[in-house]
């Protein structure tokens, strides 16, 4: 039986991140959409002398969200990686959202074959790993190097659930097992 703790998932005793890989940081979209939003009402402003009632901005941001992906954690996310522990190592599988399928509330996303992605991430060894700090920077240089080509480039992957698990995880236990 598997069970789902905030993108973490167990099943049959084991333990997966789910991390999503975003275009953008969330401060991009919403600096993006704000901009977008501060554009079309000055255009209605140059229009109507000014005045932009408040039942119109509120369909305007409507569409707005509509147009852009609605939420930037649900619908912004270009790929996945699950991060898993295997043998003599963690387990790195990376998957892409599709591009035939349009934003919405159900993305789909197809796994990438380890040789169309930067390092042809299967398994990678932590045991020179000795502290939780040294383990989230093996993390993060290999996310790191994940967005270094495409599919990925210029992303970044969101790693917050493993930043704010660690203090929670023994590694040295778990990368010995």
Request: glycine residues 8%; hydrophobic residues 35%; positive net charge.
């Amino acid at each position: 039986m598997a069970h789902l703790i905030a993108g973490v998932i167990t099943h049959g005793g084991r333990m997966y991140f789910y991390l999503p890989i975003y275009k953008e940081t969330k401060e991009q979209f919403e600096d993006k959409y704000e901009n977008a939003f501060v554009k079309r009402i000055s255009e209605l402003e140059a229009q109507t002398d000014g005045v932009v009632s408040q039942n119109l901005q509120i369909k305007i941001k409507d569409q707005l969200a509509k147009d852009m992906g609605r939420s930037w954690r649900e619908n912004q996310a270009v790929g996945w990686i699950r991060v898993g522990k295997g043998k003599g190592g963690f387990t790195f599988i990376i998957s892409k959202s599709n591009p035939e399928r349009p934003r919405g509330p159900k993305r789909y996303y197809d796994l990438i074959p380890p040789d169309k992605c930067y390092g042809a991430y299967h398994v990678i060894s932590f045991e020179s790993c000795g502290s939780t700090e040294q383990v989230l920077e093996q993390f993060k240089r290999i996310f790191s190097d994940i967005i270094q080509d495409d599919p990925f480039k210029g992303c970044f992957v969101d790693d917050s659930q493993i930043v704010n698990l660690s203090g929670f995880i023994n590694w040295k236990a778990l990368i010995e097992k």
